[in-house]
């Protein structure tokens, strides 16, 4: 048994009239570091992240102009207004699974 686990453990085995012989410390887990180039990394995903925001960008300002058709024209633009922000809604719901696949699913192991 550790520390902060079962803390009177101890107590309760001296009661019931066990005797500590000897003290053995057993390595519980490990983790090793992996040896990776952090500073070569960080700098590019930073170039792809601002990259990615502003593709994002770029695209979010496209659906606007779409949908902001229907109040600018006295044409009737709703249903190309519509298509645009469903597209745009299906484009990026896809991509923030596949991406949560790959960059939030820390359960994965590489045994």
Known sequence: YGSSHCPDLHKKLVADGFTPVKTTWRTAWSVQEQSSNVTTIVPMLTFLLVGYLSI?????VGMLSEVSKVWEVEQEYYLDAGVAAFFYLVRHVLLYLGLSKFLVDWTSSKE
């Not at 994002?56 to 979010?60: E, F, K, M, R, Y």
């Open 56 to 60: 994002g960008a770029l695209d979010w």
